[in-house]
């Protein structure tokens, strides 16, 4: 039996829907309240990760999203900085990648650096989420200038960050 449409037409039904975000880590539902993860003591309280105090130290034990991403090698974000100017500049470009890690975690816990490798001029920073390495990248954008872009791949849940500066 076909169904027909406000306009008259036939409507198919057999159309394949796809999810908006396709983010692995991300729970299918609610985790039951209170947990706490035993790794980063970060909690599930109120509907949301957040830092809590103390009086949660009974919850339950559950692993959050993001040290699950980091047990399992498996970051959302990637930002490259590479170029010249790098090495010269590489213990203030780091204090400030390290900076907006710190402003990102206190409101939103789950935000977080895995590891930052540096190879030749180039250094490499995964996260845990999609977010953070772009407000990192136009951190850097903002205060060395050079040239930034983005990557995004909605079906993988994945950003690429790229920001370069030769001189």
């Avoid at 306009?7 to 796809?18: A, E, Y």
């Avoid at 949660?56 to 959050?64: N, Y």
């Avoid at 990192?136 to 690429?160: Q, V, W």
Wanted: net charge positive.
């Amino acid at each position: 039996m076909k169904t027909i449409s406000r306009m008259g037409r036939p409507q198919r039904r057999d159309r394949l829907v796809r999810e908006r975000v396709h983010d692995p880590y991300r729970a299918r539902e609610k985790p039951t309240e209170p947990a706490r993860c035993p790794a980063c003591k970060v909690a599930w309280h109120k509907g949301r990760w957040q830092w809590a105090d103390d009086s949660l130290q009974d919850a339950r034990a559950e692993l959050c999203p993001a040290c699950r991403r980091v047990r399992d090698a498996a970051p959302a974000g990637l930002l490259t900085i590479e170029g010249w100017f790098v090495p010269e500049h590489k213990e203030e470009i780091v204090g400030l990648v390290r900076r907006c890690e710190e402003n990102e975690r206190s409101t939103h816990p789950l935000n977080r650096i895995m590891s930052v490798r540096e190879e030749g001029n180039t250094l490499e920073v995964s996260t845990t989420d999609i977010h953070l390495p772009r407000r990192i990248g136009e951190a850097l954008a903002k205060a060395y200038d050079g040239r930034l872009s983005f990557h995004y791949a909605p079906e993988d849940y994945f950003l690429r960050v790229d920001w370069r500066r030769d001189v």
